[in-house]
């Protein structure tokens, strides 16, 4: 079992940051890549960015190039998402999740709320 923890979110005007945190615990060890995904009521689940664990190879939406970040503290078992440049458009849940070299993203956090104001 995988615990996953985010925090960060919040309301910020258009052209805000924010800094996102995913929080892993339990059993690891067997972690591959963590993504962050987006959802917005009535509309399907959106992959944001991504990064394995150990090399730290990072993957981007291209909704999000340019303007988030994605990297991790290995010591300290966190991922966070830095986003810039924030849109009306991002305001989303969003849910940091895991999963190992094969199979699909079998971990999900409860999901950060994060609203960008016009």
């Known amino acids: 079992q995988v615990q996953l923890v985010e925090s960060g979110g919040g309301l910020v005007q258009a052209g805000g940051s924010l800094r996102l945190s995913c929080a892993a615990s339990g059993r690891t060890d067997s972690t591959y890549i963590i993504g962050w995904f987006r959802q917005t009521p009535g509309k399907e689940r959106e992959f944001v960015a991504a990064?394995?664990?150990?090399?730290?190879?990072?993957y981007y939406a291209d909704s999000v190039k340019g303007r988030f970040t994605i990297s991790r503290d290995n010591a300290k078992n966190t991922v966070y998402l830095q986003m810039n440049s924030l849109k009306p458009e991002d305001t989303a849940v969003y849910s940091c999740?895991?999963?190992?070299?094969?199979?699909?993203?079998?971990?999900w956090g409860q999901g950060t709320q994060v609203t960008v104001s016009s």
């Open positions: 990064i394995t664990w150990s090399t730290g190879v990072t």
């Open positions: 999740a895991t999963r190992g070299r094969a199979g699909g993203y079998g971990y």
